[in-house]
């Protein structure tokens, strides 16, 4: 017998979640199902090495602090507590010398980059002063589908501009460059240029792809949002929305992988299993990666025109990262920030080991050629350092980012040979700023781009699900006729997750757009009221800037 839902969520990673709490919270009977043993996607720690709470997917928690889905779910109620990481990032000079911090707090983010460069101090401040509020601008979009309205609203309340005196074409172009290039033009030192480099390099692209200039100027919101950790790991996130909707009464089915999403006549019937079980409902929202849902659990039969050709054509890339976390006696003893291996706040944070932009420059030419990195750049974290309960008493986890790792290898090498040798090497990185880590590691497990592929379905090892480029962000993620979340002549059918706008990271914005997408739909007349709106807004915005240009 068939059990009967309103909404079937298909993957439990953080969007899946929050998207479901949503609707279960309006009323709508909502299963997930997630097909691994345990909720969370890429957002979930596992226990390992006696008693380690290891993070295997993402860890430090940024954008979703800008969203209002933790206070709106009332999150704190079902066991998440979030330990602020400050300074959120840390950035030893190469030759041990000194060190960068960046704060929450501005003036002492300014105070620390001055004892390296002055210059540099008072142009990272005027930087946020124009990056701040043209991001507040951006951040408003990524809370809505990025529809006609909801772009031209956005550039009627003249959200998007900069600080005063600074001419709208120039903040356009700084838009449309590299971050390469915009860190190359704003920043005279090789740490700035560095630092800066290897938190823009974060979201994927190159430091030379065009149009990328936002992933350097997004780091002013950090100065409003900081960047937490959950007591207890990642997971605890994905644990506490599990429990929220749990506890409103909808269901979570782990060990449950989808065979397909049923469709009859052009409309969703609901789900099968891969058992053969069958789950109804009028609704089915997928989490998984685009291509997943839309040529694997749905079928190009069943999707108009050439709509599966261009998906398939969608650019999910070549992978670019692999992670390595490691249970060990100590934590790292920077030579340029000395603390006996004790919790110091250079542990705090993002621990940027890359010595400057040319070495990242180097990493992606290694990268671009199917090899990967001979000398990788890293991401450290040491969250033990300000949540003890992620390891034994006296013990510490340590866990290594790496880039640039392509996901298919062009040197005839392949990841199951090579994944503990390239563990090896960003090690090798971490030993050269903390040499008393070297015999310090006690067990590691480590996840290669073809790890990733395989145990969270993030196709070709892309933690971004698809390439986050400009022309797949916006109105064109993942596609323009899949940029609201609906898909065209499936009645019923919704995508949310990473292959959505806004994107990747631990956000849950897709999530929250999705289920208010869900919602609106059924009251139908407030969706055209919306177009119109929109049409109205983006009109006003134009004819306003040609009034300003006169």
């Known amino acids: 017998m068939t059990e009967a839902f309103d909404v079937i969520v298909v993957g439990g990673g953080h969007n899946g979640l929050t998207c479901a709490c949503y609707l279960q919270r309006a009323g709508l009977r909502t299963l ?36 209002p889905v933790i206070r709106e779910l009332e999150l704190h109620r079902f066991g998440l507590e979030y330990i602020d990481m400050d300074p959120f990032a840390f950035f030893p000079l190469p030759d041990g010398s000194g060190a960068i911090e960046f704060w929450r707090d501005l003036d002492r983010t300014c105070a620390s980059i001055e004892k ?22 951006v951040f408003n979009v990524f809370l809505e589908p990025p529809t006609p309205a909801n772009l031209g609203r956005q550039m009627l309340t003249g959200q998007f501009r900069g600080e005063r005196g600074t001419h709208p074409l120039d903040i356009l172009r700084r838009l449309f460059t590299s971050y390469g290039q915009l860190i190359v033009e704003t920043f005279e030192s090789d740490a700035m240029r560095a630092a800066m480099g290897w938190l823009a390099a974060q979201s994927g692209p190159p430091p030379h792809e065009v149009a990328t200039g936002d992933f350097a100027g997004w780091h002013a919101m950090l100065h409003r949002s900081g960047a937490k950790h ?69 079928g190009p039969e069943h999707l108009p025109g050439d709509l599966a050709a261009r998906t398939q054509r969608i650019k999910v890339g070549n992978g670019f ?40 420059n180097r990493a992606v030419a290694d990268y671009d050629q199917g090899r990967p990195a001979s000398d990788p750049a ?38 199951d040979s090579i994944g503990e040798r390239e563990a090896d090497k960003l090690l090798e990185v971490v030993y050269r700023y903390a040499p008393n880590m070297r015999g310090a590691i006690t ?49 019923g059918l919704y995508l949310t997750g990473a ?34 709106a929109g049409a109205a807004a983006l009109g006003a915005a134009a004819w306003l800037r040609s009034r300003q240009t006169d």
């Open 443 to 491: 067990n590691r497990y480590v996840q290669t781009p073809l790890d990733l592929e395989r145990t969270f379905g993030l196709l070709r090892g892309n933690v971004m699900h698809v390439e986050m480029s400009f022309d797949q962000m916006f109105a064109f993620r993942p596609l323009p006729e899949l940029a609201e979340y609906r898909v065209p002549s499936i009645a």
């Open 116 to 137: 390296i460069s002055p210059r540099d101090a008072e142009a990272y401040r005027r930087f946020i002063g124009l990056w701040g509020p043209l991001n507040e601008g």
């Open 378 to 415: 890293v991401i450290a974290m040491t969250f033990s350092a300000i949540d003890p309960v992620v390891a034994p008493p006296g013990k510490h986890t340590l866990f290594l980012w790496g880039q640039y790792h392509p996901y298919e290898l062009r040197n005839g090498e392949d990841w």
């Open 32 to 67: 997930v199902l997630e097909r691994r043993p345990v909720v969370g996607g890429a957002v979930c720690t596992e226990t390992m090495f006696g008693g380690y709470r290891m993070d295997v997917g993402s860890s430090a928690h940024i954008m979703i602090h800008l969203t």
């Open 230 to 298: 959950p007591r207890g790991g990642s997971g605890m996130l994905t644990q506490a929305l599990a429990r929220r909707l749990t506890h409103d009464g909808g269901m979570v089915l782990l060990d449950a992988p989808v065979k397909r999403i049923v469709i009859d006549g052009g409309k969703v019937q609901g789900v099968e299993l891969q058992d053969g079980t069958r789950y109804s409902a009028p609704l089915v929202v997928s989490n998984a990666h685009v291509q997943t849902t839309l040529l694997k659990l749905v």
């Open 321 to 360: 990262g692999m992670a390595v976390r490691c249970a060990a006696d100590a934590l790292p003893d920077y030579i340029a920030a000395p603390s006996g291996g004790q919790p110091h706040p250079s542990h705090h944070g993002l621990q940027l080991l890359c010595p400057s932009l040319d070495y990242l």
């Open 499 to 532: 292959s959505t706008h806004p994107g990747g990271g631990v956000f849950a914005a897709a999530g929250y757009n999705t289920a208010h997408t869900i919602l609106r739909d059924r009251t139908p007349k407030r969706r055209w009221i919306g177009w119109a």
